[in-house]
DNA sequence: TCTGGGGTCCTAGGACCC
DNA sequence: TCTGGGGTCCTAGGACCC
């Protein structure tokens, strides 16, 4: 195979970006980029975190995910804003779509990254085609973004993460020992803040510390996970951009509840209207899935989880929920819990799981969800919901991701 | 009123089988 | 009664990503 050319876009600062050039186009006056500001959640709801943050907020010490509480600390007259992730949602399409204008060749990484293979294009042009890209980005859509261009995904998006804001960089295999090597070793895609105290308490500080490590060494030391890191500092990653993306292996929904919930009642309450997110998603999917797990986190931020594998694969909710329940039942220990999630896994497509040929297989479940479903998407969530919701002051269905076609899936793998 | 929500993959340990 | 050992499946927890 040939050498490839691959482009990182990625968004700068991507959620605030969009939230200035939103609110430009609709005649505000003040651009969110040139004060100290970010997209956060609700407090009052306990989601207020920094999602994304401006330049000038970056410069208070402001980090993404920490609590707006102490980002307030930081800086005492910073301006708040509100996700509205279908704006994103949306804005990350028009970009997707001027990008298809240069290679059919694309991969939606996340919201707002994406990975384009330029292999195919005109080999001697990729630096103008990268600031053309970018430079229309900006006049035609209204917010900047950082373009790394290399010889794999990894390099292109080590390189993307170089200087910013508006800016192409590159990163070829003979650039890495000048520009990635002297990086602090978490800065590597998949170094995170376990695996870099792991490496600094054994000397390793820099991404050309870790290169420079015996194979066999690393490997016995952290496994597949070392190994990989280790090929990554070296530069070796050989995934294609995938035009299609790679086949959903488990849906679930997870919320944080406004208050610590203390009573089964409540929460049993809250894994229903969990269950039915997840129920429409898996059927949105025309998949069912034979494993259910929920985890709770309790007012102490103690995690724990449990999960049970059915006899056949399902889609239904009131088998998720009745599941869901049970399974809390098993760990509950009465103390009060933060966040409740639902998930369903092992996943089989619904053409090749023939539920009716089984004993004990009940139509008029299937009939009732689906006819629920179609309700539910033409008239709003709301328009149907389980009576017991009535008066509680809890939402009937919890959780996100609209069932939408394609929704670009982040993860830790390319 | 300090700490979200959506994912994927990997490991370790135990059960169970031959 | 000193106890091998390989394979598979299952589960809980943890690491990472955006």
Redo the contacts with the bound molecule.
Sequence with gaps: MKHRIIFHIDVNS?YLSWEAAYRLQHGESTDLRNIPSIVG?D???????V?AKSIPAKKYGIL???????AKQKCPNLTIIPPNYERYMKASSSMVDLLEEYSSYIQR?????VFLDYSYGNEQNFLDIAYEIKERIKKELGFTVNIGIGPNKLLA?MAS?FKKPDRVHTLFHYEIEDKMWPLPV?K???????????LNGRGVFTIGELAKLDREYIYSW???????IWEYANGIENSPVRNIP????????????SYDVDNRKESYMFLLA?SE??GM?IRDLEQSGR?I?I?L?SH??H???????LDIPTDSTNAIYKTAKK?FD??WNEEPI??F?V?I??LYSNEFCQLSLLEDYDPREEILDKTIDKIRNRYGYNSVIRSCFLYSGIKPI????VAEEDYP?????F
């Design positions: 991507a959640g407090e009052s709801k306990r989601h207020g975190i999602l993404t995910g920490e609590s707006i509480y102490s990484y996340s919201i707002d990254e998006k993460d978490d590597l895609f998949m170094v995170g803040s376990k695996t870099k105290k792991k952290l496994k597949k996970p070392g190994l990989l790679l086949p959903v292996k488990s849906v679930g929904n997870s919320t944080t509840t969990l997110m997840v998603r494993v797990s985890s986190k102490q931020f995690s724990y989880s449990h999960q049970k594998k399974l098993k760990i933060r966040r999630s998930n896994s092992e919890i959780g996100g991701v899936m982040m993860s830790s793998i």
